[in-house]
T-cell receptor
């Protein structure tokens, strides 16, 4: 089973809202990732958690706040977003965050009004 | 800083033809990945190339890696419509923790 699940599939939020994106995997992977993908562009790395600790933050604005409650779950908390933050947010996981393929979830399509 | 460039960015081809997508990268990358993305969908892993001279094949797709030339290729043999998608190559730094993607090649295969 190489499945990464993400909820919700779609999200519309206003600039003053607070919302969260959720990602889950049950493959025993110890590294989890958040990517942002704008239309017709490649994914861009936002955060990496390795063994439930934040190991990479790609200078993402503080209105995005990641959280890794346990080895299977990854959240992305959103607050005071801007319209330019509208994008597809992809979660991925890999076995140890070393040499393994990253497996991507289906994504959450976010629209900020 | 690792930079990854693909060409062509757009490719329209007929069924039954062969073609190659090229992926150049700017500095040493531990390994090279190929992903497929259908419109509105997520990324599907196709190949991981680990060493110089590596060649992997799955169906009508074959990927290769030349680390000396810093070049990977994705070759499509006898294309079929189902292969229409966007194909990304990606290199990594610090192991697979930081993938750097190419711009993507949007492939359209016409009947």
């Amino acid at each position: 089973d190489t499945e990464v699940t993400q909820t919700p599939k779609h999200l519309v939020m206003g600039m003053t809202n607070k919302k969260s994106l959720k990602c889950e995997q049950h493959m025993g992977h110890r590294a989890m990732y958040w990517y942002k993908q704008k239309a017709k562009k490649p994914p861009e790395l936002m955060f990496v958690y390795s063994y439930e600790k934040l190991s990479i933050n790609e200078s993402v604005p503080s209105r995005f706040s990641p959280e890794c409650p346990n080895s299977s779950l990854l959240n992305l908390h959103l607050h005071a977003l801007q319209p330019e933050d509208s994008a597809l947010y992809l979660c991925a996981s890999s076995q140890r965050g070393g040499e393994e393929t990253q497996y991507f979830g289906p994504g959450t399509r976010l629209l900020v009004l | 800083e690792l930079k990854v460039e693909q060409n062509p960015l757009f490719l329209s081809m007929q069924e039954g033809k062969n073609y190659t997508i090229y992926c150049n990268y700017s500095t040493t990358s531990d390994r090279l990945y190929w992903y497929r993305q259908d419109p509105g969908k997520s990324l599907e892993s196709l190949f991981v190339l680990l060493s110089n001279g590596a060649v992997k094949q799955e169906g009508r797709l074959m990927a290769s890696l030349d680390t000396k030339a810093r070049l990977s290729t994705l070759h499509i043999t006898a294309a079929v419509h189902d292969l229409s998608a966007t194909y990304f190559c990606a290199g990594d730094l610090q192991g697979a923790q930081k993938l750097v993607f190419g711009q993507g090649t949007r492939l359209t295969i016409n009947p």
